[in-house]
């Protein structure tokens, strides 16, 4: 994915071979412990940081805006443990009936709760045409009104998941 997302570096540096990786934090990793002095790795700066390695060049994405998230998985008995009062931001996957105003009806409870709408994607539903699930980002002031607003959207919803709930990233 870090190679297709450097599409301009890599036309402006046509000498360049591209090979890819596993992750790009681990290619660093490799390139550093290969000790091949004519590789190198895509990674954030972090990995460069973390195994000692020189940056060559910076901001060599094709979109500024593009960032990959990282998730921490856990089993669910064991979530409420994580859960703090900073975690106010949720991510959903949610079902709905192939009906008019189905969407409109599952988003409402988030307006009227004050919660804020940051993203939503929809998929279409693999053996079902025309059918959607999507995927949406929420983030709310309190966690009571995120708890409210999702009580409501479950009964506009064939089925609703909860995928994460957590502090948002500071910037």
Request: proline share 4%; with cysteine.
């Amino acid at each position: 994915m870090a190679l297709a997302q450097c599409e301009r570096f890599f036309s402006t540096h046509p000498d360049l071979k591209r090979v890819p990786a596993e992750d790009t934090a681990g290619s660093v990793r490799d390139v550093i412990s290969g000790g091949d002095k004519s590789a190198a790795g895509i990674a954030g700066r972090r990995a460069a940081e973390q195994y000692r390695g020189v940056i060559l060049a910076e901001d060599i994405q094709d979109n500024a805006e593009n960032f990959t998230r990282f998730v921490l998985l856990v089993p669910e008995k064991d979530a409420a443990a994580w859960l703090s009062s900073e975690a106010r931001k949720i991510s959903l996957a949610m079902r709905l009936a192939h009906r008019p105003g189905a969407l409109l009806a599952s988003l409402e409870p988030f307006a009227k709760h004050n919660v804020n709408l940051l993203k939503i994607e929809s998929r279409p539903i693999h053996g079902h045409p025309w059918e959607y699930q999507f995927f949406i980002d929420v983030e709310a002031v309190a966690v009571a009104r995120l708890d409210q607003a999702l009580t409501e959207v479950r009964e506009a919803t064939s089925e609703l998941r909860v995928l994460g709930r957590y502090a948002a990233a500071s910037r």
